[in-house]
């Protein structure tokens, strides 16, 4: 069988109403309860497959699914997908044995010839128990995010370690993962990037420059973590909105709705003003406010990829990004497809986006040239092709042989 036409079981965090369209009434009446727990860059790489005909598996944890509770498996032609429960809090305490349990189970019954586990907790340590041949996906630096989170992070930090002590078969999303995942398993590692969210595009000149008739509405998807760096980016936009009074900044994510953890802060600080806190949206929602916002703001200080950053490009809308951020930085060429600036000062923040709001035919520019950048990086054949030939690798029989080799 063609790598390309192999049934593949993704595993990961996912977005069900993502692909519940794909089912009967009667199923999406049955999913609707279970939305799932993100993973954007997962959800892209699924609905590519799909788009493209390639038989496909998905298997997701959803804490809204009780412990106790029978996995939820629904099929239809190509697809089958498969909720699992997951505990909504302390699944780190016993390195997620109750998920690895479910997910274990669940990867029983596939019938895929390749499992593909996206990041290096729950769902790679399930694909490694199964024993069947497995791609893990690493979306993250567990160091960079403990030195951030510290120590509540540590039981992740310390699965990903275990992950790369019993695992060999990585990719990665952007040259820094793939030299963090290289210096832990002494090999290197393939970088595939995230597909962009759609097919690829006809490319024509945006219709309509950003910021015209003196409108501005700046978009961020994000969360309330300290690396995504809303707090100092809600400083920086009141800085900005003094020059641009109607300016709007509309908010995606969880805990940035207009009942959590962003809202209630920026209250306490005097920072709501213009802010509109959407929280955590369908991704089909979030999609349509990207094609319809004036310009992308993606302030995060650590990244490994930066997803809202390629869906910005995607929709040829200018970005703006922290040059710290180093999967933003893979992402954007300073100037020339975006612009990066220092996400620790929000003056500097503000400055940028007075910059980009007072010269809309230069943004205009940029935004079309990163459009151009990223079809040629990240259009969804060319990522699939990429993964394709991992799968081919991974279950070849020669691979198989070699394996054998190195037991006896």
């Given at each position: 069988m063609p790598a390309s036409d192999q049934t593949v079981c993704l595993l990961g965090p996912f977005r069900t109403e993502s692909i519940s369209g794909r089912f009967d009434r009667a199923t999406r009446d049955r999913l609707r309860p279970l939305p799932g727990t993100g993973g954007s860059g997962l959800v892209a790489l699924a609905q590519a497959r799909l788009n493209a005909g390639l038989p496909t598996e998905i298997i997701t944890l959803d804490p809204r699914l009780a412990v106790t509770e029978q996995p939820v498996v629904c099929q239809t032609e190509g697809l089958k997908y498969t909720i699992c429960p997951r505990r909504p809090r302390h699944v780190v305490r016993d390195f997620f044995r109750h998920e690895r349990r479910h997910l274990s189970n669940a990867i029983a019954n596939t019938r895929a010839s390749c499992l593909h586990a996206h990041w290096t907790y729950e769902y790679a340590l399930a694909a490694i128990d199964s024993g069947l041949p497995s791609l893990v996906t690493v979306r993250d630096n567990a160091g960079h995010i403990l030195q951030h989170e510290g120590l509540r992070f540590l039981g992740h930090y310390l699965a990903a370690r275990i992950v790369f002590q019993r695992h060999r078969d990585f990719s990665a999303v952007s040259p820094p993962v793939a030299e963090y995942v290289a210096r832990h398993v002494r090999r290197p590692v393939p970088v595939i990037g995230n597909p962009m969210p759609f097919p690829r595009p006809a490319l024509q000149p945006i219709g309509q420059h950003p910021f015209s008739d003196g409108r501005c509405v700046i978009l961020s998807a994000a969360s309330w973590a300290h690396f995504k760096n809303i707090r100092r980016a809600l400083q920086a936009f009141v800085v900005f909105r003094q020059n641009a009074p109607g300016a709007i900044y509309r908010l995606f994510g969880p805990d940035l709705g207009s009942n959590g953890d962003a809202a209630r802060w920026a209250k306490r600080h005097g920072l709501e003003a213009g802010v509109e806190f959407r929280g955590l949206r369908p991704h089909t929602e979030l999609l349509e406010n990207f094609r319809d916002c004036d310009l992308v703001w993606h302030p995060s200080i650590e990244e490994s990829f930066g997803n809202p950053v390629?869906?910005?490009?995607?929709?040829?809308?200018?970005?703006?990004?922290?040059?710290?951020?180093?999967?933003?930085c893979w992402l954007i060429e300073h100037n020339r497809t975006g612009i990066l600036t220092d996400g620790t000062s929000p003056a500097a923040m503000a400055s940028a986006l007075l910059d980009l709001y007072r010269h809309p035919d230069r943004t205009a520019e940029l935004a079309n040239q990163g459009q151009r950048s990223v079809v040629s990086r990240f259009a969804p054949d060319t990522i699939l092709a990429a993964y394709a030939k991992e799968y081919l690798r991974?279950?070849?029989p020669n691979k198989a042989l070699n394996n054998i080799n190195k037991l006896i």
């Open positions: 390629l869906e910005a490009l995607s929709f040829a809308k200018p970005i703006l990004a922290s040059r710290q951020a180093a999967g933003s991974i279950t070849s």
